[in-house]
């Protein structure tokens, strides 16, 4: 399984920015998928997770508000909306993939992609 995060890029604070993390090799339908983020020198952060079947999403304080978490089982693929970007957002953002869980807690994903860099700066 290959999981694959992309949108990111270099934005002005304030703005928004679509992540996109789509899975080959195997269909996801049924894993929960998830966004972590980590910046330089920093631990990996959570940031949003979604049920298989969308009824349950999970999001970090930090980003509530902000970024929506969204999927597309037709499309293997989940989404990170994130709106009113700050300096502190900076980081790689990772998606994965989990069976039965929107933990917050990056032990519980068995599936990982690279990452995607997301930098907010004036």
């Known amino acids: 399984v290959q999981l694959q995060a992309s949108g990111g890029g270099v934005v002005l604070p304030g703005d928004s920015l679509r992540l996109s993390c789509a899975a080959s090799g195997r269909t996801l339908s049924f894993y929960s998928k998830a966004w972590f983020r980590q910046d330089l020198g920093k631990e990996r952060e959570f940031v949003a997770a979604?049920?298989?079947?969308?009824?349950?999403?999970n999001y970090a304080d930090s980003v509530k508000g902000r970024f929506s978490v969204s999927r597309d089982n037709s499309k293997n693929a989940v989404y990170l909306q994130m709106n009113s970007l700050k300096p502190e957002d900076t980081a790689i953002y990772y998606c994965?993939?989990?069976?039965?869980?929107?933990?917050?807690?990056?032990?519980?994903?068995?599936?990982w992609g690279q990452g995607t860099q997301v930098t907010v700066s004036s």
């Open positions: 979604i049920s298989w079947n969308s009824e349950l999403t």
């Open positions: 994965a993939a989990a069976p039965n869980s929107i933990s917050s807690d990056y032990g519980t994903y068995t599936y």
